[in-house]
C-alpha cells in the first residue's frame, strides 16, 4: 500500500509561482517512475510531468519551459516548481506513482492562477 500526499496548491497571479510537494508513505526508490498529472474544469486527466528513479525527466509541451520536476531520496518527496503561471494552468494536480503494477493518487490539490 502507498499514500502520496500533496500540498502546496493555491491561489496565484498569472506570471506567478507555486511549488506543490508529494509525500509518499515509502520510499520514492521504490517507484520506476513517479508523475504529476492535472485536471481541469471539464477536462480530461492530463500528463504534466515525469521523474525516473534516475532523475531523467519529460514535460508535456503546454508545460515544458516553466516548470520544473524533482525528488528528494530522503524525504520520499517529489516537487513541481511552476513558474510563469498561466490562466489555463487551473487545475486540480495530481501526483502518481505505480508500485508493483498497482497506480496510486494522492487527493489532489488545487492550483487556481487568476488575476
Known amino acids: 500500500q502507498v499514500q502520496l500526499v500533496e500540498s502546496g496548491g493555491g491561489l496565484v497571479q498569472p506570471g506567478g509561482s507555486l511549488r506543490l510537494s508529494c509525500a509518499a508513505s515509502?520510499?520514492?526508490?521504490?517507484?520506476?517512475?513517479m508523475a504529476w498529472y492535472r485536471q481541469a474544469p471539464g477536462k480530461e486527466r492530463e500528463l504534466v510531468a515525469t521523474?525516473?528513479?534516475?532523475?531523467?525527466?519529460n514535460y508535456a509541451d503546454s508545460v515544458k519551459g516553466r516548470f520544473s520536476v524533482s525528488r528528494d531520496n530522503v524525504k520520499n518527496t517529489v516537487y513541481l516548481q511552476m513558474n510563469s503561471l498561466k490562466l489555463e494552468d487551473t487545475a486540480v494536480y495530481y501526483c502518481?506513482?505505480?508500485?508493483?503494477?498497482?497506480?496510486?493518487w494522492g487527493q489532489g490539490t488545487q492550483v487556481t492562477v487568476s488575476s
Open positions: 502518481n506513482a505505480v508500485y508493483i503494477f498497482t497506480p496510486y
Open positions: 515509502r520510499s520514492i526508490s521504490s517507484f520506476n517512475v
Open positions: 521523474i525516473a528513479t534516475g532523475g531523467s525527466t
